[in-house]
């Protein structure tokens, strides 16, 4: 599978932005998926993750802030963020959860000024 983030940005704290993860190679509407991010200097977090049947769950830093959704006739999933902070400066990235080691791309590159 290849997975092609984009839609990051630069952006004021408060703003918002909408990152999309476009698959190809194999349907990916059996898969759970979900959004990482890695800051500079810091390990790769899980932010959320969606499951097949659209259940989703966030870490406690995103809650109330970010929205993760998936389209599966587009094979793309999605990640609303909403209310920027500085704090969510990162590249991110889109996987399988838990995560394939083949299926990780570039990422896209969210910063966020304060």
């Known amino acids: 599978v290849q997975l092609q983030a984009s839609g990051g940005g630069l952006v004021q704290a408060g703003g918002s932005l909408r990152l999309s993860c476009a698959a190809s190679?194999?349907?990916?509407?059996?898969?759970?998926m979900a959004w990482y991010r890695q800051a500079p200097g810091k390990q790769r977090e899980l932010v959320a993750a969606v499951t097949t049947g659209g259940s989703t769950t966030y870490a406690n830093s995103v809650k109330g802030r970010f929205t993760i959704s998936r389209d599966n006739a587009k094979n793309t999933v999605y990640l609303q963020m909403n209310s920027l902070q500085p704090e969510d400066t990162a590249v991110y990235f889109c996987?399988?959860?838990?995560?394939?080691?083949?299926?990780w791309g570039q990422g896209t590159q969210v910063t966020v000024s304060s």
């Open positions: 190679g194999r349907t990916f509407s059996a898969y759970r």
């Open positions: 996987n399988r959860f838990p995560t394939e080691s083949t299926w």
